[in-house]
């Protein structure tokens, strides 16, 4: 509930005094910092655990959904952690080249303990060594995006869409405390999402940190290639763009 009012307390008024407008250096949103807080003491307790308090919940948010006015595919499986369709399907090509998303493989993460192990089958004999997990900033970012993309923002889908701030990394976390352009155009569309939403805690922030960031991107990286094309999406839906 703290996190829900923060979110929901915005002094803005116009795109221009939102983030990541209203400061010309880096940083991340206010809220965000208390988020990254909350993660903390998340990855501390792990209430997903297979004894966890929240165990059965996760299993609930996964299979959530049943295909009537939730969007095209929310009765599908929700799978942060690992790559639908062997590949990011919902997200634009020319934001995955940006991005270096164009060529993936299905993967699951494992923490670094599981990537040196090594376990045997039955049969005694050694089997591989789980894969790496994918180096690139975006990658879990962009995973998440894309099984959203297809979703409409409603009570059905609020743990999901929660997902992307809760479950992307560190290292893009940081991405977004420094105004990246590649991490922008992923939050930038997330919002977007966010903004037909008629809930009180998150429509005022998605709109007009949606906008400022479209205004950002267009004056401080207009060289980035179709960008126009990439901005379309979230400009139309907060209302810059008409078209």
């Known amino acids: 509930m703290l996190g829900l009012i923060y979110i929901a307390h915005l002094d803005a008024t116009t795109p221009e005094q939102a983030w990541p407008l209203q400061s010309p250096g880096p940083g991340e949103p206010d809220w965000l910092a208390l988020n990254l807080g909350k993660h903390d003491m998340w990855e501390f307790c792990d209430p997903l655990r297979e004894d966890g308090c929240f165990r059965e919940m996760l299993v609930q948010m996964a299979s959530w959904g049943d295909g009537s006015g939730d969007g095209a595919d929310s ?47 039955g049969d005694g004999a050694e089997q591989e060594t789980p894969s790496p997990s994918p180096s690139n900033p975006y990658y879990r970012a962009a995973n998440i995006l894309s099984q959203l993309m297809p979703l409409e923002y409603s009570p059905r889908n609020l743990l999901k869409f929660a997902a992307f701030t809760h479950y992307t990394t560190s290292a893009f976390r940081a991405l977004w405390g420094r105004k990246d352009p590649g991490a922008l155009i992923l939050i930038v569309y997330w919002y977007a999402k966010a903004v037909p939403s008629p809930y009180w805690w998150i429509r005022k922030r998605a709109l007009l940190e949606c906008q400022a960031i479209c205004i950002y991107m267009e004056r401080h990286h207009s060289d980035i290639p179709h960008l126009d094309d990439i901005l379309q999406f979230p400009k139309t839906t907060c209302g810059l763009s008409t078209i």
């Open 75 to 121: 009765g599908a499986m929700f799978t942060p952690d690992e790559l639908k369709d062997g590949g990011f399907p919902n997200i634009r090509s020319d934001i995955l080249a940006m991005l270096g998303l164009q060529r993936s493989t299905t993967r699951i993460w494992q923490n670094e303990q599981d990537q040196e192990e090594q376990h045997e089958d």
